[in-house]
């Protein structure tokens, strides 16, 4: 195959028609009939962000009582979940009130959007997503947003030191070209307005080009329509890497860094060509705010910025301007966005002279995850077959980590006789006796800061990654090792700073590995009784015993054909298991029969799966006949005979098989289970 063809092949792989619509460039004629036809390509910034969130879609759901939206955008689908953010759907519902208020000009686009949590809780994240968003969407038909270039014939070109096109600096909207006397009188009469929308096109052109118009308005003495036969609009592409559209500004030594890093600075090499430092066309428009300018800039660390920079960010947020040197204040249109740790807040708050800065901040808390669920997404999303190959994670062992990191966040309960494990899971979902969605609505109200103090999800993160390259984890890692690992480190974590603090977060690891150790015994206990037979059998002798004590009726023996009485002692080896007292065990069997009843007048077939009371009684009482036989604990002697190790493998099978462990964490589960048994600890 010839180089040409191969050539082709890749060619014929790019979408044409997509290249030439991303780079289109038309008269500003043209342009006016493209803002007529769709008159949301001159949105405003905050517009164009809010609109870019909604586009992915949303979602609805209760918790708590409490009606929650959803937004996609956040849930990163497009890049496959990279930067999803879980768990924090009601501080992005903030986030994008906010955006709304500021694109319906409510007040809030004269603000800075600022994220305050405690640090690895998303901040930044969430701001990389926002600028991601708004870099794609500029690339889509209903993102589309345009600027506009001068192209100057020759004897113009004096102009821009003799070059033929001069791009305006900070990629305007075109309709700012329209003198703003007149402006809103034109968009009236050019039908710019359609389906509610109406543009807002707000202040003045940049000194360059305000320079180049004013001069071609001399030339042409004032006749505008020729002015703007020098125009060129084209297809404006957001880009971080290019610096178009979308700013990023991180504090720096304050010896290496000046406020023209967010204004711009003189371009000394140009003033040659212009003969003056005072005109704008020797000036670079690169400062930050330019940049960022028709799109998002972002300040990482905000409240460390040096006092010489609050002055730009008062004026850029209140004014909607910027100050280039020499220069008079210049229009911005953007989202200014910037996150901060708690320390540094609390640094603003007692200090009095930023009280301007506080007054223009909308502050949105951006907690950890409190609820465990959405905490284990995290790690799986890192942690899972796909990205960790060769090394196989057993079950729970995310679970777990996830489960103490909560833990650390949570304020113990104040007015409910409830563990702080038992709350964790009235966050999750689970239900508990006593509680209802009301209880747990106020659990959430009464601490308030809740989720702003704790371990911070890459803390767990560090830990899983130290075990996963650790000798013992070669094959396979496992919940007591993560969890050995986390209290480890605890010893010299640099932001704990306290032996109070230490002390509380080891306790709640054990409380961790207890809640571990009761999942793998039921687990044990349930891959043991996972006869369905067995349990059917064990089921149909206990309703026949019910059902004969109830109506005080004899049972017939199966094996000696004789009418005997109902058989207490098994009725009751059954229902001690869900802890009936013998003073409520008529009420339960009554209860029994009546469920029975009520299915049979539905024409339906009693099945014990559906009584989950039942269904676990059942579990246990087989469980309890079935140990002995099976001689678990002869795993710790390490002295099995073969009949004793053809039933441990078929437990170890339905381990693999209904609970996720491979062979060898099948094994050591079975093992830890019964040493459990070896102590006498097992119910």
């Not at 709350?423 to 747990?440: A, I, R």
Request: with cysteine; hydrophobic share 35%.
């Amino acid at each position: 195959m010839s180089s040409v063809s191969l050539v082709d092949r890749v060619a014929a792989l790019q979408d044409q028609k997509r290249y030439e619509d991303l780079h289109w460039s038309g008269t500003f004629e043209e342009y006016l009939d493209l803002v007529r036809k769709n008159p949301r390509v001159a949105r405003t910034a905050y517009e164009r962000l809010y609109d870019m969130v909604l586009s992915h879609g949303t979602e609805e759901y209760v918790d708590s009582k409490k009606k929650i939206t959803r937004y996609r955008f956040f849930q990163d689908e497009v890049h496959e979940g990279r930067d999803a953010i879980f768990g924090l759907d009601i501080p992005l519902m903030r986030l994008v009130s906010v955006l709304k208020a500021a694109a319906l000009r409510y007040g809030t686009e004269r603000r800075i959007i600022l994220l305050h949590g405690p640090v690895g809780s998303s901040k930044s994240t969430i701001a990389r997503l926002l600028k991601k968003g708004i870099e794609e969407y500029s690339r889509s038909p209903e993102g589309a947003l345009y600027t506009y270039e001068w192209t100057l014939p020759e004897g113009l070109r004096y102009l821009t030191a003799g070059q033929e096109s001069f791009s305006s600096p900070m990629n305007e909207e075109p309709l700012k070209l329209i003198p703003s006397d007149v402006r809103e009188q034109a968009i009236t009469s050019l039908g710019l307005e359609r389906d509610g929308f109406r543009p807002y096109i707000r202040g003045n052109l940049n000194p360059a080009c305000r320079f180049i118009f004013r001069e071609l308005m001399l030339h042409y003495k004032g006749d505008w329509s020729k002015v703007v036969r020098h125009v060129r609009v084209k297809r404006l592409l957001l880009s971080e890497e290019d610096r178009i559209g979308i700013g990023t500004f991180q504090p720096k030594d304050e010896k290496n860094q000046d406020s023209t890093e967010l204004t711009g600075d003189i371009n000394y090499r140009r003033i040659a060509e212009y003969g003056s430092d005072t005109d704008p066309r020797a000036f670079n428009f690169d400062g930050e705010f330019n940049v960022a300018n028709r799109g998002v800039i972002e300040f990482v660390e905000i409240l460390k910025l040096d006092v010489a920079f609050l002055y730009d960010l008062l004026g850029a947020t209140q004014e909607q301007k910027i100050k280039p040197k020499k220069f008079a204040q210049t229009d911005i249109d953007e989202v200014i966005i910037g996150h901060t740790n708690e320390a540094e807040y609390n640094r603003l708050l007692e200090n009095k002279f930023m009280e301007a800065l506080r007054d223009r901040t909308v502050k949105i808390d951006v907690p950890y995850i409190t609820k465990l669920s959405e905490e284990i997404k995290i790690y799986a999303k890192d942690y899972n077959p796909k990205k960790v190959r060769g090394r196989f994670i057993a079950p729970h062992t995310l679970e777990m980590a996830a489960m103490w990191a909560i833990l650390t966040r949570l304020e113990d309960p104040k007015k409910h006789q409830l563990s702080l494990l038992q709350k964790l899971k009235l966050f999750d979902g689970k239900t508990l006796p006593g509680f209802t969605q009301d209880s747990v609505k106020e659990l959430r109200k009464e601490a308030i800061r809740e989720g702003m103090e704790g371990i911070s999800p890459r803390y767990i993160q560090d830990k899983i990654a130290n075990c996963l390259v650790s000798e013992r984890g070669q094959m396979s890692i496992n919940p007591f090792m993560v969890l050995n690992e986390l209290e480890g480190g605890l010893r010299s974590h640099s932001l704990i700073n306290n032996d109070d603090q230490r002390k509380r977060y080891t306790e709640l690891l054990a409380v961790v590995k207890q809640e571990y150790e009761d999942i793998v015994k039921n687990e044990v206990q349930r891959a043991i009784s996972a006869d369905a037979d067995a349990i059917a059998r064990l089921c149909g002798n206990y309703i026949d015993n019910v059902k004969a004590y109830t109506q005080r009726e004899k049972v017939k023996n199966p094996y000696t054909g004789q009418d005997e009485e109902p058989d207490e002692r098994l009725m009751r080896s059954i229902e001690t298991k869900i802890d009936i007292p013998e003073s409520r065990k008529d009420d339960f069997r009554r209860e029994i029969m009546n469920y029975i009843g009520a299915l049979a007048i539905e024409g339906k077939q009693f099945d014990y799966r559906t009584n989950e009371r039942l269904y676990k009684a059942l579990e246990l009482k087989l469980f309890e006949d079935q140990k002995d036989s099976i001689k678990l604990t002869s795993l710790v002697s390490q002295v099995v005979d073969r009949e004793a190790q053809e039933k441990i493998d078929v437990v170890k099978q339905r381990l693999i098989r209904n609970y996720g462990y491979d062979e060898i964490s099948a094994s050591d589960v079975l093992t830890y289970v019964a040493s459990i048994f070896a102590r006498g600890e097992m119910k």
